[in-house]
């Protein structure tokens, strides 16, 4: 990363960042492997808390499609796999103010999971909340795991992918880059990767954000970041790390400059490596 990036505080939390789980498309969870598959991130994320009896908030907002359903999905799980409390947020904060139980439930939590949706609305939402401002603080100070699911995940980034308008979808007309939540600095994260051609549009943004890195996250898999630079892959696919390499000074950021790494189950990087 960036000289600028390693002189910034060190966070003491953990991020967990899933791509799209097999298990959401199953809400009765009728499927044994789509929710096998679930259960392998939610057991690692049960496992970073470090609390034998975790208190976990999960976080929606008015972008994802059922956020109850989504809600029950999720704590049906985590309960049957751990020993844990699971509660659900999910409102449209005044930036100014948030009533005061909320704040005491994040003061309290071992994890924060947010949910899949609309990765600009959850943005919209909670951004300059004072919910998320303490969770903010709580990542950088303290043991808390920060979980985000899809565009739960794409929002954790400071650049933030989405479109203009639906009907574009994955077309690269319509793209925009705007600013995330923030907890994992100089990083753009995309997720469903390698499906809907994502990769030119991963390569687009980091044509304009050359000192940036990217990350493309497979479904069923997750990437684990300690200390806001290490990182670990679990799950049943890979993450796709890519910068726009070394050049000359005088030559322009092109797509047909990136570096690429392929991260599989297991497999531990740097990201102070691949600056």
């Known amino acids: 990363m960036s000289s600028k990036q390693s002189t910034e505080p060190v966070p003491v939390g953990t991020l967990l960042l899933i791509g799209k789980l097999s298990g959401q498309d199953d809400l009765a969870l009728k499927t044994t492997e789509a929710s096998a598959r679930m259960n392998v991130i939610l057991k690692c994320f049960i496992k970073l808390t470090g609390v034998r009896k975790p208190v976990i908030e999960v976080i929606t907002s008015t ?11 999720i704590t049906k799980n985590l309960e049957k796999i751990g ?5 659900h947020i999910h409102a449209f904060l005044k930036q100014d103010h948030c009533p ?3 704040l005491t439930r994040i003061s309290r939590a071992d994890g924060i999971f947010f949910a899949d949706g609309d990765q600009l609305k959850i943005c919209r939402t909670y951004a300059r909340s004072q919910l998320f401002s303490l969770i903010r603080h709580r990542y950088m100070n303290e043991r808390l795991v920060v979980a985000g ?8 980034s400071t650049l933030l992918i989405y479109y203009d308008s639906p009907a574009y979808d994955d077309a690269l007309s319509g793209l925009k880059v705007t600013t995330g939540l923030k907890l994992l600095g100089n990083v753009c994260i995309d997720t469903r990767f390698p499906w809907r051609g994502r990769i030119e549009r991963m390569a687009t943004v ?3 954000n050359p000192k940036a890195i990217g990350l493309s996250i497979h479904k069923d898999t997750a990437l684990i970041i300690k200390s806001g630079t290490e990182a670990t892959t679990v799950g049943y696919g890979a993450v796709v790390i890519t910068n726009t390499g070394k ?4 030559e322009p950021a092109f797509k047909k400059y990136l570096q690429v790494l392929l991260l599989l189950d297991g497999e531990t990087y ?6």
């Open 100 to 102: 005061d139980d909320l």
């Open 247 to 250: 050049r000359n000074a005088h």
């Open 83 to 87: 020993n844990c409390t699971v509660n």
């Open 63 to 73: 972008g994802s499609a059922d956020p109850v359903a989504f809600y029950w999905q």
């Open 270 to 275: 740097s990201f102070r490596q691949f600056a």
């Open 149 to 156: 699911l899809n565009a739960g995940a794409m929002a954790l």
């Open 206 to 208: 980091l044509a304009d």
